[in-house]
């Protein structure tokens, strides 16, 4: 066997694919989890909330969102894209982004989601860490890491707020509805129970 013997290992050029927080109440476990670290907090909070890739958010900088209030939207450059994209400002989003500009009172030319080490921001590999980290303590199983926040978004606008395939996939620039199923992964049981309903 190849690998190593490790028949989950990706085989080459392959991409292991992360899940989505699929509950709500797990959500909020981490959201509790992360209230004592005002920075990782506000991470989770606004990557759940806006379905943005994880790299964007970690380009913000504090400048960008000081003065951004409830209902007020950012426009970016999405780095893998080069399209535009927002960042929009809900509630949550805006009541974690006070409480780290009220704890940490970081410069404005800072990076919002500031590293430890040196003037950079956090790495999407030390992001993962930290999902991976969150999902251990609360005792969920599965895979996840710094995807699993943008795919928490729309798992959640689709399976418990409605939000259609089509709306999703305008949010996440994906080409088709198609391949925004596939992303969220939640096509086949959705099928299952479209055939469930009885007509006749």
Not at 137 to 144: C, H, S, V
Request: charged residues 25%.
């Amino acid at each position: 066997m190849k690998n190593g013997g490790n028949a989950n290992h990706p085989q080459k050029g392959d991409r292991i694919a992360v899940e989505p927080i699929k509950k709500r109440k797990d959500i909020i476990a981490i959201a509790r989890l992360t209230q004592n670290n005002a920075r990782d907090h506000l991470l989770f909070l606004m990557g759940v909330n806006n379905g943005l890739r994880c790299c964007d958010l970690l380009n913000l900088k504090v400048k960008d969102v000081r003065n951004l209030k409830v209902g007020d939207t950012l426009t970016i450059k999405e780095s893998k894209t080069g399209k535009d994209n927002i960042l929009v400002i809900n509630k949550t989003v805006f009541k974690a982004l006070k409480n780290y500009m009220d704890k940490v009172q970081p410069d404005d030319g800072n990076y919002l989601f500031s590293s430890r080490k040196g003037n950079s921001h956090l790495q999407s590999q030390a992001v993962s860490k930290l999902v991976k980290k969150w999902t251990k303590a609360i005792n969920l199983k599965g895979n996840f890491g710094c995807h699993s926040l943008r795919k928490t978004w729309g798992f959640i606008q689709r399976t418990q707020f409605g939000v259609g395939f089509e709306i999703i996939c305008k949010r996440y620039n994906h080409s088709s509805p198609a391949i925004t199923m596939r992303y969220l992964g939640i096509q086949d049981r959705e099928v299952h129970e479209v055939l469930m309903n009885e007509i006749g």
